[in-house]
């Protein structure tokens, strides 16, 4: 089974400041999805972002980008220009590239942000 | 944009209980799935459905637990006889047949006491 790993429970960032969250994950597949999900108190589980494993590119939405290194087996957000309401807990999460697949997640890394 | 919506928002049962999680996946979804979060653990996966029966499921879908699509549009999750340990949030999720990207509901807070 695919390890997914967030060697960092907490994170803290000033408004406006750059802060990056790392994930690694283990896997024998060459084809796979990765994601991270933010989870604000209300527990709510929001898509931010998504990376397809064959795409050499890196994703970006707005202020969040990935560095996605596939042979490291990383895959760090990084979020630009900090803001209150990015206060939450971020999961990274592999599935496989076949239908069906259940989402792995990591443990979650809290992300605190400072006035 | 078209959501996941789930209810109750929150459930309160005896130990002992069947309860029955209701969800509403987004309307041309194919594949469904329900994941559970102990409070301050990480998401679980419990059971993916397709084409009307489960596709996978974990070692934590024990007998205690079934799937079922009534209809058109609900997506069940049943627990026959709860447990304590069985306290926890419980997401429903979505996806269509193109996007690979998993569309989560609010989720049920089930307390079991």
């Known amino acids: 089974a695919q390890t997914v790993t967030q060697s960092q429970p907490e994170m803290s960032v000033q408004e406006a400041e750059t802060v990056t969250l790392s994930c690694t994950y283990d896997?024998?597949?060459?084809?796979?999805?990765l994601f991270w999900y933010k989870q604000p108190p209300s527990r709510q589980m929001i898509l931010v972002i998504r990376?397809?494993?064959?795409?050499?590119q890196n994703a970006t939405e707005n202020r969040f980008s990935v560095n996605f290194q596939k042979a490291a087996k990383s895959f760090s957000l990084k979020i630009s220009d900090s803001q209150l309401g990015d206060a939450a807990m971020y999961f990274c999460?592999?599935?496989?590239?076949?239908?069906?697949?259940?989402?792995?997640f990591g443990k979650g890394t809290s992300l605190l942000v400072t006035p | 944009e078209p959501e996941v919506t789930q209810t109750p928002s929150h459930q309160v049962t005896q130990m002992g209980q069947e309860v029955i999680l209701r969800c509403v996946p987004i309307?041309?979804?194919?594949?469904f799935y329900w994941y559970r979060q102990i409070l301050g653990q990480k998401v679980e996966f419990l059971v993916s459905?397709?084409?009307?029966?489960?596709?996978?499921k974990s070692e934590i879908f024990d007998d205690q637990f079934s799937v079922e699509r009534p209809d058109g549009s609900n997506f069940t999750l049943k627990i026959r006889s709860t447990k304590l340990e069985d306290s926890a949030m419980y997401f429903c999720?979505?996806?269509?047949?193109?996007?690979?990207?998993?569309?989560f509901g609010p989720g049920t807070r089930l307390t079991v006491l």
């Open positions: 999720a979505s996806r269509g047949q193109g996007p690979d990207t998993q569309y």
């Open positions: 309307s041309n979804h194919l594949y």
């Open positions: 999460a592999y599935r496989s590239a076949g239908s069906g697949y259940a989402l792995n």
């Open positions: 896997t024998s597949e060459s084809d796979y999805y």
């Open positions: 990376q397809e494993a064959y795409k050499q």
């Open positions: 459905f397709y084409n009307n029966e489960i596709s996978e």
